[in-house]
């Protein structure tokens, strides 16, 4: 399990294993501007998550993304607001956003074998 003191060790980080691309949640999608695409939930996977609260406002909450896509071959990060300054999104894309949230996959570690 990883651990990151702050939202910039986190990105820095993902940069460094590949996560080059800068993405965001438009609406109805999470969106690579640069490459011009599109992503619906069905077209991306999370790797792994990191969550942030701020050190001196409960306002200030953030949720860094490892996000890939075999379907455009591409891996990137996204940084979403949570709580009071959360996106809007279709009901299809915060759901699998958020079921990441409340899984054992927290803070990108291995969900527990059933070993």
């Known amino acids: 399990m990883k651990n990151f003191e702050t939202l910039v060790d986190a990105t820095n980080d993902l940069t460094k294993r590949g996560y080059t691309?800068?993405?965001s949640l438009e609406g109805d999608t999470i969106d690579d501007k640069a490459n011009n695409i599109q992503m619906t939930a069905d077209d991306f996977e999370i790797?792994?998550?990191y969550r942030f609260e701020g050190q001196s406002n409960p306002d200030d909450m953030a949720?860094?993304?490892g996000i890939s896509?075999?379907?455009y071959g591409l891996?990137?990060?996204l940084v979403n607001a949570y709580g009071t300054y959360a996106n809007d999104?279709?009901?299809a894309l915060q759901a699998k956003l958020h079921h990441h949230q409340v899984s054992n996959?927290?803070?990108g570690s291995?969900?527990?074998s059933n070993n």
């Open 21 to 23: 691309q800068n993405l």
């Open 47 to 49: 790797d792994e998550f």
């Open 63 to 65: 949720i860094v993304y």
């Open 69 to 71: 896509s075999a379907k």
């Open 75 to 77: 891996k990137g990060i």
């Open 89 to 91: 999104s279709s009901s």
């Open 105 to 107: 996959n927290l803070h």
């Open 110 to 112: 291995d969900r527990p």
